[in-house]
Nanobody, 120 residues
Framework: QVQLVESGGGSVQSGGSQRLSCTAS????????MAWFRQAPGKEREEVAV???????RYTDSLKGRFTISLDNAKNTLYLQMNSLKPEDTAMYYC??????????????WGQGTQVTVSS
């Protein structure tokens, strides 16, 4: 089993930056890819960014250039650096992990989520 714990959420003003963290514990050697998802009120959950254990990444087109996903293997921690935040980025952000690669990842584990609220 793998446990994922997110942190770093909170309130930020439009145009600001925030960094989310997700620390994995347990059977972490079973993880080959990790990702950030988000879900805004009344909307479906959407994939934000994916990273494979080889460091390759994939981003939702609309977020490219503002968000950066990274992975510190030594700390078993996934990050999401979010810049130039907009009110429409307000959502619950979830960390996910699974098997596969950056191109196709099957998510077996999910964190509890961390709320990000961007005010105008």
């Amino acid at each position: 089993q793998v446990q994922l714990v997110e942190s770093g959420g909170g309130s930020v003003q439009s145009g600001g930056s925030q960094r989310l963290s997700c620390t994995a514990s347990g059977y972490t050697s079973s993880i080959h890819c990790m990702a950030w998802f988000r879900q805004a009120p009344g909307k479906e959950r959407e994939e934000v960014a994916v990273i494979g254990s080889d460091g390759n990444t994939r981003y939702t087109d609309s977020l490219k250039g503002r968000f950066t996903i990274s992975l510190d293997n030594a700390k078993n921690t996934l990050y999401l650096q979010m810049n130039s935040l907009k009110p429409e980025d307000t959502a619950m952000y979830y960390c996910a992990a699974g098997s596969g690669n950056w191109y196709f990842c099957v998510y077996n584990y999910w964190g509890q989520g961390t709320q990000v609220t961007v005010s105008s």
